[in-house]
C-alpha cells in the first residue's frame, strides 16, 4: 500500500549523548531515517541533546531541537510543533522508554499523535522478561530457564530452583546465573554470577538500575554459541531477514563486546532454517507495527538445542552493523515502512532494479571487533561478561574469514598490523592468564597459544570457541612458520598471493621473513611480482544483479577490480577509524561535512574509513566509500589506484595525521595546512620556539626520552609538572606528577604504552581557568569561531570538562587577549583550514599588588577538533563545511560577505560531559588530564544562574585528581 497521507510531520527522538552501549549507531539510523522520511515529503521535527552528531544538523531534519529528552521537554516541543505521529524506534532504549512513558500517561492519544514504526505493547512484550516468556512458550519457542525477580529475597528462591534442576533436585550447591535487568541497554547491571558471594550485590544492583526494579534470573548458558538476526516487517506481514550475525565469543559475553561475523559460518543449513523460522515466528507474534527487529539466539554446540535470548523490536545496535555489512538501508527502509510502505513497494538502493523484499546475499565475510579503553579507567575489571564495555568497533570486509580478521584488527589502531605477526610473542604466562578468562585480545591470545605448539581441541575446552574459527587462526599461524624459512626475495608470487589473501599486511611479512626487511621493501617485492589488491563492490545481491552505489572493499582474489577510477578532480577524506574515548563521533561529523563541502566544490569526494557506526560510511554520503583499514597500506592502494589531487588528514583526528609525514614522502598533496607547519605545532620544542618568537607566555617545559632524562627535567621545572606522551588524543597517558617518584612512575608507564613517542613535561598551572578557541584561518586572515570558558579547572581533560560559550566570568579584556594570541598562533603557522588552541587564563600580582589575569597557552592543534560540532551547533556557524572549503581554495572574506559566519547565539551555549561510569563501578570517578568522558549534550540557557552552569561550577573541584 502506499505511505499514509494522514500524516503530514513526524516527531523523530533521537537517543541523546554518547554512552557505552548506546552510541552513534543510533546517530547514523536516525540520520537515515529522517533523510527518508523527506525525501517523502514529510516534515521532520527531531529532538536530541546531542550535539556531537550529524543527527542535530541543520540539514537533517526540518527543525532541530538540540534539548534534554525529557516528558517535559518532549510536551513543549508537541505543543510548539503539533506533529501528527512520532517515530521512536531509531533513538535505542531512551527514544522507546521517554515513548512508552508518555503511552502509559496517555499523552500521545490525547493528543491525536500516531505512534509509528512499533507497537507500544509489543516494547513492554519484549523488555519485560516474564511477559516475554510467556509469548515465546505460546509460540513454540523455547528459551533458557528462568524467572523474573522483585525483590533479593524472590531472586534467592529462583537460584535455588534452577540449582536443583542442575543437581537432580537437591538445590544443595550454587550454580552459576545470568542478571537481566528489565528495560536497560548495554547489558546495564547485569552480568554472570559465578559465585555464591557476589549474588547479593549484583542482584540488588540489577534491581536498582533497572527502571521498573525487576530482574531475570537466568540459567547460565556460557558456552552456548551466540546468533543474531535483522528482520524488517511490513504492514502486509512480509517479513525479510537482511543479515545473520554470528558471535566469535560465546554465549557470556555481551554482543557488543564479541568479535562478530556475518554472515553466521558454523550453523548447518537445516540449524539456520531453524533459527529463520523461529526468529519469523517470534517477529510476527509481537505486535502489528511494520518496522526493524533485532533477535538473539543461543544453540548449545553439544545436542543443536536453540533458544530465544531476546528481542529488540526497533532499529538496533547491531543494524547499522547489518547495513553496512550488507549495503541495504536498514533505517531508511524501516522508516519508509512506518509510513505505509510495504517492502514489495520499495527498491532496493543499491542495485536499483532489485525490490526491498529481496535479501541481501553476501559473497565475502564481515568481521566486527570491538575497541575498548581499559586504560581510562584505572583499576577497571578487564573481563567481558553480559555488561557492555567496548566504547567503539571496527569493521572489516574480505573474501574470507581470515582476510577480514587481520584487516580488522589492522584497522582498530593499537598498534597491532593484524593478528600478531609483527611482534614478539608475550611470555607464556601471560598468554595462559589472558585465556584463563574472557579478555579483549582472546584471539590474539589464541594464536599466541598456536605459535606456542596448543592444539586447537585444547584452546576450543578453555575458550569454547568454535572449532571453525580456531582453525582458521591455526591456519595463519602455519602461514606463519612457512614465512619464517624465507627471505623476502625466495617468495613467489603464490606464497605472496596465499598470504595477502589471508589478510597479511606488509608489515607482518616483513617482521616475518628471515632477512631485515621493511614495509616499503615488502611492497616493492609485491609490486614487482604483480600483486595489487582489487576492490569488489558490496552490492547486497552476491554479484546477480548490477550494482549503481560506488561501495568498495579490498581484496587478494586476482579477478577484476570493479572500481572504475574517474577522470574528474579528486580529493580524498581519511576517516578517524573506529570511536574510542578522546576521538569519537565529533570528528566522523567533521568528516562528513568535508565530503559535503569537496562535493559542493566540484571535487570527486572519495572516503576511507572503518567505522560501521557512522554515517561517514554511508554508502550514499561520499562519492567513492572505500571501507578500510585507517592504516597505511590500505590507504596508500587506494591511492595507487585513484590517483587523486590531494588528501584532507584536518578532519579524521590523530588517526588521519599521524599519516601525514608518509603522504609527503609519496609527494601527494595535503589539502590545507601544510604538513610542516602541522609539524611545527606536534613538535613541542619547535613550537615553543614559534611562541617565543611571538612573544606569547606559556607554562615552562621540557622532553624527555627515558625515565632518568624525565625525572631530571621535572627536577628543573618543578612541581606540580604535567606528564605526557606526544601525538596523543584525548589525553592518553597523561598526569599530573607531585614529585620524582610519580615522574618516574608515570613515564615508565607512557614509554611502555607509546615506546616511540617523545614525553612532555610541563609546569602544571594551579588555580588557572582552562580556554579552548577554535579558529578558521586561510592564509590570509584568522576568524576566531567560539570561545569556550572551561568550568572546571585546568587539569581537567578539556573533554571532561563543562565548557560555555561565551566566556562567563573572564574580561572582555581578557577574551581580546585571547583571541589576539590565537590569531598570532594561526597566522605564524600559516594554518589553512581549522585551529583549535588551548590556553590558561591564571591570575598573578601586579607591581601593585592587584590580581591581573595572564594568558599562558597549552597547546595549538591546526586541525578539526573535538569541539568543532559544539561550537556549531552553539553559534549557528558550519565550520566544518567552512573550514573543508578553505582548505580547498574558497576564502574567510567569502563567507563574511555572504553572512555565513554571524554567530546566532543569544544567551549561553553549555557543553555539559556525559561519562559511563555505571559500566566500571569498581573505578573511583576521578577526573584529571586523560579524558573519560563518553560523549556529552547540549544547553541553551539565558543567564549564568542557570543550574546547567550554576551546578557544575559548584561542584568544579570535586573530582579534580592526577
Request: aromatic share 8%; glycine share 8%; proline share 5%.
Amino acid at each position: 500500500m502506499p505511505k499514509r497521507t494522514d500524516i503530514q510531520s513526524i516527531l523523530l527522538i533521537g537517543s541523546g549523548p554518547i554512552v557505552i552501549g548506546q552510541a552513534c549507531e543510533f546517530d547514523y539510523s536516525g540520520t537515515q531515517a529522517a533523510r527518508a522520511l523527506r525525501d517523502e515529503g514529510y516534515r521532520v521535527i527531531l529532538v536530541n541533546s546531542n550535539p556531537a552528531t550529524i543527527m542535530t544538523d541543520p540539514m537533517t531534519a526540518d527543525v532541530v531541537y538540540l534539548q534534554e529528552l525529557t516528558p517535559k521537554s518532549i510536551k513543549e516541543i508537541v505543543a510548539k510543533e503539533k506533529p501528527d505521529a512520532v517515530l521512536p524506534t531509531m533513538g535505542g532504549q531512551t527514544a522507546l522508554n521517554l515513548a512508552d512513558t508518555l503511552h502509559q500517561e496517555g499523552y500521545w492519544e490525547e493528543q491525536g499523535i500516531h505512534v509509528i514504526g512499533v507497537d507500544i505493547d509489543a516494547i513492554h512484550i519484549t523488555e519485560d522478561r516474564q511477559a516475554f516468556r510467556d509469548l515465546m512458550d505460546t509460540v513454540g519457542i523455547d528459551q533458557a530457564r528462568s524467572k523474573v525477580a522483585k525483590s533479593l529475597l524472590e531472586a534467592k528462591e529462583i537460584a535455588q530452583d534452577l540449582a536443583r534442576s542442575e543437581d537432580g533436585g537437591l538445590g544443595l550447591g550454587f550454580e552459576p546465573v545470568v542478571i537481566r535487568p528489565s528495560f536497560t541497554m548495554g547489558g546495564m547491571g547485569g552480568g554472570i554470577v559465578w559465585k555464591a558471594e557476589d549474588f547479593d550485590y549484583k542482584v540488588t544492583r540489577g534491581l536498582e538500575l533497572s527502571p521498573v526494579h525487576e530482574v531475570l534470573i537466568e540459567e547460565c548458558l556460557v558456552g552456548w554459541k551466540e546468533y543474531e538476526l535483522e528482520l524488517l516487517r511490513d504492514a502486509n506481514d512480509n517479513v525479510v531477514i537482511i543479515c545473520s550475525i554470528e558471535n566469535v565469543d560465546p554465549m557470556g559475553v555481551h554482543t557488543g563486546d564479541s568479535v562478530t561475523v556475518a554472515p553466521q559460518q558454523t550453523l548447518t543449513d537445516p540449524q539456520y532454517q531453524r533459527l529463520r523460522d523461529a526468529a519469523i515466528r517470534a517477529m510476527r507474534s509481537i505486535g502489528t507495527f511494520a518496522g526493524g527487529c533485532n533477535i538473539q539466539f543461543a544453540v548449545n554446540p553439544a545436542d543443536g538445542r536453540m533458544i530465544v535470548i531476546e528481542i529488540n523490536p526497533r532499529v538496533s545496535r547491531s543494524s547499522a552493523l547489518a547495513s553496512k555489512a550488507t549495503g541495504y538501508p536498514i533505517a531508511k527502509v524501516a522508516a519508509r515502512l512506518a509510513v505505509g510502505y510495504t517492502l514489495d513497494e520499495l527498491p532496493n538502493e543499491i542495485t536499483g532494479t532489485t525490490s526491498a523484499c529481496f535479501e541481501p546475499a553476501l559473497d565475502y565475510v564481515v568481521v566486527k571487533v570491538p575497541r575498548f579503553n581499559f586504560d581510562k579507567f584505572e583499576g577497571a575489571d578487564e573481563e567481558l561478561t553480559t555488561q557492555m564495555k567496548a566504547v567503539g568497533e571496527t569493521m572489516a570486509i574480505g573474501r574470507t574469514f581470515s582476510e577480514s580478521l587481520q584487516k580488522a584488527w589492522q584497522g582498530l589502531e593499537i598498534g597491532f598490523s593484524g593478528l600478531g605477526a609483527d611482534r614478539p610473542l608475550p611470555d607464556r604466562n601471560v598468554i595462559r592468564q589472558r585465556l584463563s578468562k574472557s579478555y579483549w585480545d582472546r584471539l590474539y591470545q589464541i594464536r599466541n597459544a598456536f605459535r606456542l605448539g596448543t592444539s586447537v581441541e585444547e584452546i576450543h575446552d578453555i575458550t569454547r570457541v568454535d572449532p571453525w574459527f580456531l582453525d582458521a587462526i591455526h591456519g595463519l599461524v602455519e602461514l606463519e612458520r612457512k614465512t619464517e624459512k624465507q627471505p623476502l626475495a625466495e617468495i613467489s608470487h603464490e606464497a605472496m598471493l596465499e598470504l595477502k589473501q589471508h589478510g597479511f599486511s606488509d608489515v607482518q611479512i616483513a617482521y616475518l621473513v628471515k632477512d631485515d626487511a621493511t614495509e616499503e621493501h615488502v611492497r616493492e617485492h609485491r609490486q614487482r611480482l604483480g600483486l595489487k589488491p582489487t576492490y569488489r563492490v558490496v552490492d547486497t545481491c552476491a554479484g546477480e544483479f548490477p550494482a549503481e552505489t560506488p561501495y568498495f572493499y579490498s581484496t587478494y582474489d586476482q579477478g577484476e577490480t570493479e572500481s572504475t577510477r574517474s577522470d574528474r578532480k579528486k580529493v580524498v577524506i581519511l576517516g578517524s577509524g573506529p570511536n574510542r574515548i578522546g576521538q569519537g563521533i565529533e570528528f566522523d561529523y567533521s568528516c562528513v561535512h568535508g565530503v559535503l563541502a569537496a562535493k559542493e566544490m566540484g571535487y570527486e569526494a572519495i572516503m576511507i574509513n572503518c567505522n560501521p557506526e557512522t554515517v561517514s560510511t554511508d554508502f550514499d554520503v561520499a562519492d567513492k566509500l572505500y571501507f578500510e583499514p585507517v592504516f597505511w597500506e590500505r590507504v596508500a592502494d587506494i591511492l595507487d589506484h585513484e590517483d587523486p589531487d590531494g588528501v584532507i588528514l584536518q578532519l579524521g583526528g590523530q588517526t588521519a595525521l599521524k599519516l601525514a609525514r608518509q603522504f609527503v614522502a609519496r609527494g601527494l598533496p595535503i589539502m590545507g595546512t601544510p604538513y610542516e607547519r602541522m609539524d611545527l605545532a606536534e613538535d613541542r620544542g619547535k613550537f615553543s620556539e614559534v611562541l617565543k618568537k611571538l612573544e606569547i607566555p606559556f607554562p615552562p617545559y621540557g622532553m624527555a626520552r627515558s625515565v632518568e632524562e624525565a625525572v631530571e627535567t621535572a627536577e628543573k621545572i618543578g612541581y606540580p609538572i604535567l606528564v605526557r606522551p606526544s601525538y596523543v588524543l584525548g589525553g592518553q597517558g597523561m598526569h599530573i606528577a607531585i614529585n620524582k617518584d610519580e615522574v618516574a612512575s608515570y613515564v615508565a608507564d607512557v614509554l611502555e604504552r607509546f615506546p616511540k613517542n617523545e614525553i612532555l613535561l610541563d609546569l602544571f598551572l594551579e588555580n588557572a581557568i582552562e580556554v579552548d578557541v577554535d579558529c578558521l584561518a586561510d592564509g590570509d586572515e584568522v576568524h576566531i569561531a567560539g570561545v569556550m570558558q572551561h568550568i572546571e579547572p585546568a587539569g581537567v581533560h578539556s573533554g571532561d570538562s563543562t565548557a560555555v560559550i561565551p566566556p562567563f566570568s573572564l574580561s572582555d579584556e581578557t577574551v581580546e587577549v585571547l583571541k589576539e594570541t590565537v590569531t598570532k598562533i594561526a597566522t605564524e603557522l600559516g594554518v589553512v583550514g581549522m585551529m583549535n588552541a588551548q590556553l590558561a587564563v591564571q591570575k598573578r600580582p601586579d607591581a601593585s599588588g592587584a590580581p591581573v589575569d595572564h594568558v599562558f597557552v597549552i597547546e595549538a592543534n591546526p586541525r578539526a577538533s573535538r569541539t568543532v560540532p559544539f561550537v556549531a551547533k552553539a553559534t549557528g556557524v558550519p565550520i566544518a563545511t567552512i573550514g573543508s572549503k578553505i582548505m580547498l581554495g574558497a576564502k574567510i572574506a567569502d563567507f563574511r560577505a555572504s553572512g555565513e559566519l554571524e554567530s546566532s547565539l543569544e544567551g549561553y551555549a553549555v557543553k555539559e560531559p556525559v561519562f559511563s561510569w555505571d559500566k566500571f563501578p569498581e573505578v573511583s570517578k576521578e577526573l584529571g588530564p586523560e579524558m573519560k568522558s563518553t560523549g556529552e549534550a547540549i544547553a541553551f540557557v539565558d543567564d549564568i544562574t542557570d543550574e546547567h552552569i550554576a551546578r557544575p561550577f559548584e561542584m568544579r573541584n570535586l573530582y579534580l585528581s592526577r
